[in-house]
């Protein structure tokens, strides 16, 4: 099938297109851009950079604004899914979703009003199974914001590992965080990874922190570059 992504650029997303790209043609990603940091459907960290992703797995990108007011918000999201279909001839979307049922239902809704198939590639995948499967696979991604207890300013902007996953899982033992932060517990970024012809670097950001578990890592400045052969 001819599929498009609805990509945040964060690590649900990309590995869900990774996963998908296995057996269907991705031939767009869609990127919801939201004015409310708060949005109930939309990533918005960094959201900005998703350009600079596309260019590195080199799939072309459709953006689309909104003010990000429940549930109006998800007609901005059936606008791109339209102009995706019409543009690229679509068959279907994929999403990064693992345990969302908001977000799933809202968005299988749209897919079925426009006759289209909704791919969920990671549903109900165990979350410590999803981070280390992504860090296995060669993926690189950073935390570029947390809202939870036990994520304090030290996660912010580094690569995540297997000793990091670890420690989540500590975390979750204490207070029962989604290790793969489902919960919002926190954001994230990819920057590299097997399907990325080029990888992202970060030249310049600053972390603004609004209690101890609460923050967010704005990259200001970032670069694509060939990857080292």
Not at 49 to 75: C, F, M, R, S, W
Not at 193 to 217: C, D, H, Q
Request: proline residues 2%; glycine residues 6%; charged residues 30%.
């Amino acid at each position: 099938m001819r599929l498009a992504v609805l990509f945040s650029g964060g690590k649900d997303s990309v590995f869900a297109c990774y996963k998908v790209m296995e057996k269907h043609d991705i031939v767009c990603l869609i990127s919801i851009v939201s004015s409310n940091q708060d949005s109930y459907m939309f990533h918005t960290p960094n959201i900005n950079l998703a350009k600079y992703q596309a260019d590195a797995v080199n799939i072309p990108l459709i953006t689309h604004k909104t003010e990000g007011e429940k549930e109006i918000e998800l007609e901005d999201l059936k606008k791109a899914v339209e102009n995706a279909k019409e543009k690229f001839a679509i068959e279907g979307i994929v999403t990064g979703a693992l345990k969302s049922e908001y977000q799933a239902s809202r968005i299988q809704k749209i897919c079925d009003d426009l006759s289209l198939e909704c791919i969920n590639p990671l549903w109900n995948m165990d979350q410590e199974e999803e981070m280390r499967e992504v860090i296995k696979l060669g993926f690189k991604f950073i935390i570029t914001k947390v809202a939870a207890y036990g994520l304090d300013k030290s996660w912010l902007g580094r690569v995540i590992t297997n000793e990091d996953v670890d420690k989540l899982m500590e975390i979750n033992k204490k207070i029962g965080i989604n290790v793969a932060f489902e919960g919002g517990e926190a954001e994230t970024l990819m920057i590299d990874g097997p399907i990325f012809k080029s990888k992202l670097e970060i030249k310049k950001a600053n972390t603004v922190m609004e209690n101890e578990f609460t923050g967010v890592y704005n990259i200001e400045e970032v670069e694509v570059v060939e990857k080292d052969l």
